[in-house]
């Protein structure tokens, strides 16, 4: 009911009268009155007008289930939102959900992660009231080999979530993380269960860098924020919507191709290296080319100095770019 | 302590005297005897005599993290031994202990599962004294395409401990149940969990009838028991035992060579359906053929009526043979 109020209240420019609240949501005054109380505790400015109703005027960055789902317009991702305050990851927790069932497009969020995990057993911190912790569980009808390919689309559905929001599109530093100016700004960890050739559930961590106002030094080269690139905070919640939104969107037509076909060109619009040098740094060795973008199975595509095009598969390399290592 | 004065009365032939037990545990006499007492309440028959010591003469089918810990003897697999009176599933706990960074190697056992899984979502039965319902951890540095072949070498390892203790060679039902008579007296169902191109862990669950003495009506012509085939009981700990020396003993000749190819021929030696008719159940439609063996990488060989040798992937078909459907 929360959730609905808070979308209600959104939605509507002007005032929602109590009736209409009592008669959407099937309660009493009473009970609509308690949860406008609730909101206003929580960060949410609202305005109480006797005969007119009530009027969002304005809210705090205020992240919680409600929020989230109120910022939740339909689509695969987001049927179903766990928030935590704090939680040891994201990722560990919509392992464990989908262990207990949960369903496809189940999102779970948390203000702060005190275990956040990056790539390979690193890992990645996660302040309260800053950022986006995020996983999607997932559950495609797919083999999976084709699963690595969740991490690209994800990548882009985060960025084209903050371009709606901000106005601003971050590119994609192949295969899944995002960077501003040369910047991360977001990282991305896929993790998967099998049975075999089936599927059982993939997890889809994504660590956002929204109101952050500054890094460790040894870091301010190589990490940024919403916030620092755009001189502004960022509300959480629609920017965790619209993600939601834009990464269900890619996320069926990922699932209506079986591949990346359908998707490819959105993605090289976005793919920070293109047509640069970059440096592949192979277990056989390192070896520089330009990048070419991607094929329909999300390899990256880099053409040696002899014309020959070389298919880099994911996480097999590391890719050296204009902006450093990472 | 309680395993390594298990293991020393069973190795021992005659008596082990009390000093030299608080000798080798460094622990006091009475602590020894309180082991001992706690052993003969579990149902080990230990014999007493003054200026003697302690002599096993007999026990019970006991099962125990002590008993399994016991009849471990070197190698990969049981390094470390989780065991559970009553758990839902040993491949789930197996799962939640392995994101929790248990080791490879660690074994999780039941005496019963309340939600034992078969493969795809099927249950699986699991009742006390009967079985052995066990799941081992793994991570293997390997590509994750490569880990379904890691069931091959469980199911050859199974296999191999049975004999071992009984004397009985199960046949392997291609890809890894194990069958006597005809009949089932094993599954195993492996899951993994991977980070993108990484394997974190392989689970691989094992349910062995042991001791069944009979099985619901529409399952007498499908499932069978070592009791209902040798005629005798047998006790589960030295069962485990040598399914774990044998497994870990395959599983590092599978990692020296990152395939089957040290373990083709002694798959094959076990492979039920060898050189007989079989009947693949193909996405694209069934098919007859004759079974010709694994390759390397464990997929069926099915030599087809003009001669044309298929290759039938783990999972992507059922293979009908001469003991019916499974």
């Not at 109120?70 to 959900?97: H, M």
Request: hydrophobic share 40%; net charge neutral.
């Amino acid at each position: 009911m929360k959730a609905e109020i808070i979308k209600l209240l959104k939605e509507r420019q002007g005032y929602v009268s109590g009736q209409e609240l009592c008669c959407r949501l099937g309660v009493s005054r009473t009970a609509v009155w308690k949860v406008i109380k609730q909101l206003e505790a929580e960060g949410y400015i609202i305005e109480a007008v006797r005969n007119k109703g009530y009027r969002l005027v304005d809210m705090r960055d205020v992240l919680s289930g409600a929020e989230i789902e109120s910022c939740i317009n339909g689509g695969p991702i987001g049927a179903r939102v766990v928030y935590y305050e704090e939680t040891d990851s994201t990722n560990t927790r919509a392992k464990a959900l989908a262990e207990e069932g949960a369903p496809e497009g189940t999102i779970v969020a948390a203000e702060t992660q005190n275990a956040g995990k990056g790539r390979r057993g690193r890992g990645w911190s996660s302040p309260p009231g800053s950022g986006i912790w995020m996983s999607v569980i997932l559950r495609p009808d797919l083999e999976p080999s084709r699963a690595s390919m969740v991490t690209l689309v994800a990548a882009l559905g985060v960025s084209e979530g903050i371009c709606r929001v901000t106005g601003i599109m971050p590119q994609i530093k192949w295969p899944n993380d995002l960077v501003l100016s040369g910047k991360k700004i977001c990282g991305i960890l896929t993790e998967m269960t099998t049975e075999l050739d089936v599927i059982q559930y993939v997890v889809v961590g994504m660590g956002i860098n929204v109101n952050t106002h500054g890094f460790p030094q040894e870091l301010t080269d190589k990490a940024s924020s919403l916030y620092l690139e755009t001189g502004k905070t960022w509300k959480r919640g629609p920017l965790m919507g619209a993600m939601a939104q834009a990464f269900g969107m890619y996320y069926e037509q990922f699932l209506a191709a079986k591949d990346l076909s359908l998707l490819k060109e959105e993605y090289e619009k976005r793919l920070a290296n293109l047509d640069r040098q970059v440096t592949v740094l192979a277990r056989e060795g390192a070896y520089n080319g330009i990048c070419r973008g991607i094929d329909s199975q999300g390899e990256l595509l880099v053409e040696k100095e002899d014309g020959h095009i070389s298919r880099v598969l994911s996480g097999e390399v590391s890719v050296r770019g204009i902006y450093g290592y990472v």
